[in-house]
């Protein structure tokens, strides 16, 4: 096997929940989701002292220009573009 067989995947996803407003006079929010795609970089272990929790630090994929939805309504990820560089922390529990 050639080194350009080799594959791994270590993309995860991310379900976020918030609560939107259409307008700042709305009155009733809506909680809308959105999924984040990402492939992780590292994992890391936060040292508490008295409990270690693992994080995984990603690279996003930008929703906008590198997520697109087929017509087998298939998702497509293009993990050349991406985004959301501020926060690259999840905890493993959030991930998919």
């Not at 970089?41 to 008295?50: R, S």
């Not at 697109?68 to 926060?87: A, C, M, N, P, Q």
């Amino acid at each position: 096997m050639d080194e350009k067989s080799i594959v791994q995947n270590s993309g995860v996803t991310l379900e976020a929940e918030s609560m939107q407003f259409f307008t700042s006079k709305d009155t009733n929010p809506v909680l809308g989701s959105m999924t984040y795609y990402e492939f992780i970089e590292e994992i890391w272990e936060v040292d508490y002292t008295k409990f270690f929790v693992p994080d995984f630090m990603c690279k996003w994929v930008d929703n906008k220009s590198g997520v697109k939805i087929d017509e087998s309504k298939f998702t497509l990820v293009d993990f050349r573009k991406t985004g959301y560089r501020d926060e690259p922390f999840i905890m493993v529990q959030q991930a998919s």
